[in-house]
């Protein structure tokens, strides 16, 4: 069973434009929630991230939303810049050091 | 600092075979994890490590075997090497403080396996 599900295997955006990405979850314990970014042939690698006490999260061009009483978190990056164009996982956490990821979403920013 | 290092980079086994997927990590982080990238699947967790010599299970844990003792190095063994578990594998590491990000886990660059 799916706990982490993003439901849109991709996503493509104009340069400049507003990217948003969605993340449902199942487990209610998940207290802690990460966003990360591959490309292609190496590992991920850590953008932003939010308690399940606070709401919103901002770092640059990136924001997160969490809403905890519909379980479901996005990840805003505006604007856009082709150099975001990867693949992005969100993360969950209810036990320390044990993260349940997504299946990703690939997002192309075209410019 | 080298950060989280896995060898090798690329690997083919044949069925049946076993293999000791190497991961090491360099920034004195308590807490290790394997995991496994399908397409469509995301990054399941395989098996993670809060400290040397305590290990537990994730989401797909059958078919490996790991064992942590040290705490620089978490190596993933294959135990009869199946065509299912042909995938990129990733090793990453965190640290276990109470300051955010929690959990902010550092990758290695993951290693290709092919089980014919």
């Known amino acids: 069973d799916q706990q982490v599900k993003q439901n849109s295997p991709s996503l493509s955006v104009q340069e400049g434009r507003i990217s948003i990405l969605n993340c449902d979850y199942t487990?209610?314990?998940?207290?802690?929630f990460l966003w990360y970014k591959k490309y292609p042939a190496e590992g991920p690698t850590f953008l932003i991230s939010?308690?399940?006490?606070?709401d919103k999260n901002e770092d640059g061009r990136f924001t997160v939303f969490l809403n905890k009483s519909a379980k479901h978190l996005s990840l805003h990056i505006v604007p856009s810049q082709p150099g975001d164009s990867a693949v992005y996982f969100c993360?969950?956490?209810?036990?320390?050091?044990?993260?349940?990821f997504g299946q990703g979403t690939t997002l192309q920013v075209k410019p | 600092n080298a950060g989280v290092t896995q060898t090798p980079k690329f690997q083919v086994l044949k069925t049946g075979q076993s293999m000791t997927l190497q991961c090491a990590q360099d920034?004195?982080?308590?807490?290790m994890s394997w995991y496994r990238q399908d397409p469509g699947m995301g990054l399941r967790l395989i098996h993670y490590?809060?400290?040397?010599?305590?290990?537990d299970q994730g989401e797909v844990p059958n078919g490996y075997n790991v064992s942590r003792s040290t705490t620089e190095d978490f190596p993933l063994r294959l135990l009869s090497a199946a065509p299912s578990q042909t995938s990129v594998y990733f090793c990453?590491?965190?640290?276990?403080?109470?300051?955010?990000?929690?959990?902010?886990?550092?990758f290695g660059p993951g290693t290709r396996l092919t089980v014919l």
């Open positions: 993360a969950a956490s209810a036990i320390a050091g044990k993260l349940i």
């Open positions: 920034m004195n982080h308590e807490y």
């Open positions: 939010i308690s399940s006490i606070k």
């Open positions: 487990n209610s314990m998940f207290d802690y």
């Open positions: 990453a590491s965190s640290y276990s403080g109470l300051a955010e990000p929690y959990n902010e886990q550092f």
């Open positions: 490590s809060v400290g040397a010599g305590i290990t």
